[in-house]
């Protein structure tokens, strides 16, 4: 997985680092990433057993290194977190209470945008696990794909300097 290992040579083996980037005005900005520690094969399975058809290859792939993450952090206001496996879970019983016969059982949140109420999540239903953005001021059914799958939007965020590409005009 391409986006994973860039991810990794990003992240050099540090918990918590910050990076430079320019922020959409052009002047720079620090942003801190913060990594956690794997998910232990416990949690792994407690995830896969919440999800009717198991759990995607990617993400299980990224959470054996990282049991979530901070990315892209400015101030609390900005970037993405991307869940740990108790948080994919809450998050995802939080989006079928709000959203009620309207959830489409077919995505699952890994991802929730720091500083809104708005998440991402991988759409199940086909071979490529789509990634999909969940603008919660709307219905599932209006939701947009943003990347074919995990490494794609994790090679397309670190491109992009942990900007949200997919609304780049």
């Known amino acids: ?16 680092f910050q990076l430079t980037k320019l922020d959409s005005d052009g002047n720079e900005i620090i942003v801190l990433c913060r990594m956690n520690v794997a998910a232990d094969e416990h949690q792994i399975e407690v995830l896969n057993d919440s999800i009717e058809t198991g759990l995607p ?16 952090d400015y101030e609390g206001i900005d970037g993405f977190l991307l869940l740990s496996c108790d948080e994919i879970i809450s998050a995802n019983n939080l989006a079928k209470s709000t959203f009620e016969e309207d959830w489409n059982n077919n995505l699952l949140i890994f991802a929730k945008y720091i500083g809104e109420n708005n ?12 990634v999909i953005d969940c603008y919660f001021e709307e219905m599932p059914s ?19 300097e942990g900007s949200k590409y997919w609304l780049k005009e």
């Open 57 to 72: 290859t990617q993400l299980r792939e990224f959470l054996t290194q990282y049991n979530g993450a901070r990315l892209y």
């Open 1 to 16: 997985m391409r986006g994973l290992e860039k991810l990794n040579e990003i992240v050099a083996n540090r918990q918590e």
């Open 119 to 130: 998440y991402l999540a991988f759409d199940i239903s086909n071979k490529e696990k789509k």
């Open 142 to 160: 209006d939701w947009n794909t943003i990347a074919c799958d995990l490494d794609e939007f994790l090679q397309l965020l670190i491109q992009s």
